[in-house]
């Protein structure tokens, strides 16, 4: 079983920056991928950023703004993100692949609000 446990959302006013960390426990896999999805009220859940050995994405709407970063050895992942705008506001879902059996397994963190209010 593996857990994947988020921290650091919050209120923040526009303009500013916060940091999401999310950590991997319990029978950890060698993940593929990392990254973060977000979900706002009344939206489907959306790519915010992912990171592989050989590469990193970003949504559009969050390129140069965000940085998604990955630690192989604590099994850990973290999004910085500068320059908030209200858009970003969502409930933000940590997200790690492992590949089994030829199959990609998909593991989700329990989500973080992060609320950009003025």
């Known amino acids: 079983q593996v857990q994947l446990v988020e921290s650091g959302g919050g209120l923040v006013q526009p303009g500013v920056s916060l940091k999401l960390s999310c950590a991997a426990s319990?029978?950890?896999?060698?993940?593929?991928?990392m990254g973060w999805y977000r979900q706002a009220p009344g939206k489907q859940r959306e790519l915010v950023a992912i990171i592989t050995s050989h590469s990193t994405n970003y949504a559009g709407s969050v390129k140069g703004r965000f940085t998604v970063s990955r630690d192989n050895a604590k099994n850990a992942v973290t999004l910085q993100m500068n320059s908030l705008k209200p858009e970003d506001t969502a409930v933000y879902y940590c997200?790690?692949?492992?590949?089994?059996?030829?199959?990609?397994?998909?593991?989700w963190g329990q989500g973080t609000q992060v609320t950009v209010s003025s």
């Open positions: 997200n790690a692949k492992a590949v089994v059996a030829g199959e990609t397994w998909d593991y």
């Open positions: 319990g029978s950890i896999l060698a993940f593929v991928a």
